[in-house]
């Protein structure tokens, strides 16, 4: 695929999403648009996104080539 037809994917993509929140309800969008954990369907965290277990020290010395 050429990058314009990854572009034409993406963008339809989200054009499907926005028609499907165009049928609900300003409550159920509001709800549909939280994040929401793949799961359980729960409630993300703020920092969901984030590695708790990333040592970024350890980064930065493998970065500049000093593996320990």
Known sequence: MKPRDYLWCALN??????????HLCPSCRAEAQQARC???????AEDAGEN???DLQR????ERGEAQ
């Not at 993509?13 to 165009?22: A, G």
């Not at 793949?38 to 993300?44: D, E, Q, R």
């Open 38 to 44: 793949p799961v359980c369907g729960g409630a993300a």
């Open 13 to 22: 993509l989200i054009l499907d999403q926005e028609e499907e929140l165009s």
């Open 59 to 62: 980064f930065r010395q493998l």
């Open 52 to 54: 708790p277990c990333f």
